[in-house]
């Protein structure tokens, strides 16, 4: 069992100070993949960094504004392109002056060719002025932000090592109230499983999501989000040994405890788990892997 966090206490245009150095803004975009909605983070005093600024919301951009009055916001930092994350960035930087840093996407295929619509959408035009792909760290007067490249939600996700507070901004790799959502071509399960052991191998005291509360009980339930997964993937090599199937018949029966609407990312989900065990020579396809595919145990 997955130790949710769900518990968040927020007003929408609200900045609450929630540690000595870390404030949070959160937009008014609730959604059945935004939880709450999109929770902005303020890093340092003077001179700081804004994590995740959301969606192109006037209203966001000037509840950001009015949290930092006084201070110069140097930084804009994107953990990946969904568009409840970047779109804010540019007119952000347009009112400050400050550095949009990230990873931009590769190009992909688009996940909704299957008639699959992500609530979050697509930032396709986010481009950082820098990259940190490969890694790397900001800084600014007190704080410290350094890049850990966490493919697997998308393939350009970042999360971010806060070491002033033993932290780490997890933005949707790592989420408190819920699993996350990894939908190819973009998302990949093989490259998420190896990145959430990257995150489990720093031993943060806490994870700042951008949606929802913070997990203070990083280990454990990290080892219990990998749990999940595995579990999922059992789950699929349990129903295909009574036969064939396609992942639109297996999804209702494996997927029954979870709100219908979250069914078509789920069928994604699925897909990238049936991909993973595919790569792993455990499941075969009838044709090239895919949405309409029937698989079936290899051997």
């Not at 949290?67 to 110069?72: F, N, V, Y």
């Not at 760290?137 to 393939?155: D, F, K, N, Q």
């Amino acid at each position: 069992m997955i130790p949710y966090v769900r518990e968040i206490d927020i007003e929408y245009g609200r900045c609450d100070q929630v540690s000595p150095l870390i404030r949070r803004v959160t937009a008014d975009n609730p959604g059945p993949f935004t939880f709450k909605g999109t929770g902005t983070y303020i890093v340092g005093r003077g001179e700081v960094a804004v994590i995740d600024p959301g969606p192109d919301d006037p209203a966001h951009l000037e509840a950001i504004l009015a949290a930092t009055a006084g201070e110069r916001i140097t930084h804009i930092v994107i953990t990946h392109h969904h568009s409840d994350h970047s779109p804010l960035a540019g007119p952000l930087k347009a009112r400050t002056g400050a550095v949009i840093y990230g990873c931009a996407v590769a190009a992909h295929a688009d996940d909704d060719d299957e008639g699959v619509k992500m609530e979050a959408g697509h930032d396709l035009s986010f481009q950082p002025d820098i990259s940190l792909c490969g890694g790397g760290s900001v800084s600014g007067p007190g704080w410290t932000l350094e890049a850990i490249p966490t493919p697997g939600h998308t393939s350009n996700h970042l999360c971010f090592a806060f070491p002033e507070e033993s932290a780490c901004f997890s933005g949707d790799h790592i989420m408190g109230w819920s699993t996350t959502v990894i939908t190819p071509p973009d998302g990949d399960l093989s490259d998420y499983l190896e990145s959430l052991e990257a995150i489990r191998a720093r031993n943060f005291d806490v994870l700042w999501p951008t949606h929802g509360p913070p997990i203070r009980d990083v280990d454990a339930f990290i080892r219990a989000y990998a749990a999940h997964r595995q579990e999922r993937l059992d789950q699929i090599l349990t129903a295909l040994a009574a036969g064939p199937a396609r992942i639109r018949e297996l999804v209702p029966r494996l997927y029954a405890d979870v709100d219908s609407r979250l069914h078509p990312a789920a069928a994604r989900s699925m897909l990238a788990g049936i991909l993973h065990l595919v790569r792993q020579g455990r499941l075969a396809a009838d044709s090239a892997p895919g949405p309409d595919s029937t698989y079936r145990l290899a051997g």
